[in-house]
């Protein structure tokens, strides 16, 4: 069974900076893309960032560009994002998921996510 | 970026109600849409892929259409549990993005 659980979702203060963790299991976590979505508090989804399964390419929103950074370790089957510089506007809800990509094509379906990790930016 | 629009943003329906969703891409993504249903405090759930493909385990009162830039869900004879909030996704471009989100309610 394929399984995400993020960590790492705290309350930080603007400014301030934050990892949070996605611990995968139930899949060849190296095989897969993924990605960070949040969900603000009574709004609607937005992708955040998504990196390949061999970390070669990363994409990120314009919304937190130069701020975030997605990496991931294959040998701990850990996904991660680092969060500088945070804003009010930052907080949210945060889900990790996995996508299959081949060679010519990703299949940016979402079919599992994880349970979510909270972040509130505020002083 | 391609931006995604829905309507109703929100709808009344009853149990047994034939619904309707529909979503919107600014620019053609050929049959690159997915639709997710969401209960609150929970996470998203895969309903259809590629616009049309029904995800394993999804009841078969949800349908998806549309090409291009148009896309329908379709929900026929609605359920109780079926009362929560829809978006839509564009897997398009390696940028993606979902539609706002409709949320349907009971009358």
């Known amino acids: 069974e394929v399984q995400l659980l993020e960590s790492g979702g705290d309350l930080v203060q603007p400014g301030g900076s934050l990892r949070l963790s996605c611990a995968a299991s139930?899949?060849?976590?190296?095989?897969?893309?993924m990605t960070w979505v949040r969900q603000a508090p009574g709004k609607g989804l937005e992708w955040v960032a998504s990196i390949g399964s061999d970390a070669g390419t990363t994409y990120y929103a314009d919304s937190v560009k130069g701020r975030f950074t997605i990496s991931r370790d294959n040998s701990k089957n850990t996904l991660y994002l680092q969060m500088n510089s945070l804003r009010a506007e930052d907080t949210a809800v945060y889900y990790c998921a996995n996508y299959y990509c081949t060679i010519s094509n990703c299949y940016r379906n979402y079919d599992h996510w994880g349970q979510g990790g909270l972040v509130t930016v505020s002083s | 970026d391609i931006q995604m629009t829905q309507s109703p943003s929100s709808l009344s329906a009853s149990v047994g109600d034939r619904v309707t969703i529909t979503c919107r891409a600014s620019q053609s993504i050929s049959n690159s849409l997915n639709w997710y249903q969401q209960k609150p405090g929970k996470a998203p759930n895969l309903l259809i892929f590629?616009?049309?493909n029904l995800q394993s385990g999804v009841p078969s009162r949800f349908s998806g259409s549309g090409s291009g830039t148009d896309f329908t869900l379709t929900i026929n004879s609605l359920h109780p549990e079926d009362f929560a909030t829809y978006f839509c996704?564009?897997?398009?471009?390696?940028?993606?993005?979902f539609g706002p989100g409709t949320k349907v309610d009971i009358k």
């Open positions: 590629a616009a049309s």
């Open positions: 139930g899949f060849t976590f190296s095989n897969y893309a």
């Open positions: 996704q564009q897997s398009y471009s390696s940028f993606v993005t």
